[in-house]
């Protein structure tokens, strides 16, 4: 089961309405991404980073994750991901601490002020399928965060 959700209301960030919040979608018939949409204006300061949450969350299989990307049309105005990419687990979905709520880490190369509209790209998405090592060990932690989660010591 691979869908797009929109977080539950005590998780949905900066107060918005959520019928003004775009979901999630492939812009063509081939697309290989899906559009992600902020759900408010902002202004990334220059040189500086900038946490967007986009108010959904994405499930998927057990043995399928997804990444975070810059778009193109970002990259060229000078915005990209902080972290190159974002790579999320599907455990990611329905955790404790922000229930999945998907976010992207915009960072401004530019000199100046980058201003960005609520329903403004911000970022997509790719679902892939991962495979495992035949000696693989199987954790048994289970995520009880959100970003950042896996890196904290158990």
Known sequence: MRKFEMVKPEFMMYGVDPKTLKKPYRATKHSVCYDCFSPIDLTIEP????LVFINFKAYCNHDEGF???????????????????????????????????IGFLLHNLNKSPFEIKAGDKIGQIFFFKF?????????DVVRTGGFGSTNKKQ
């Open 47 to 50: 040189e500086s980073t900038r």
């Open 67 to 101: 990444i975070l990307a810059s778009t193109s049309g970002l990259g060229k105005r000078g915005i990209i991901l902080a972290n190159g990419i974002g790579i999320i687990e599907s455990d990611y979905a329905d955790n404790e601490t922000n229930d999945g709520n």
């Open 131 to 139: 495979l495992t090592v035949d000696d693989d060990i199987q954790s």
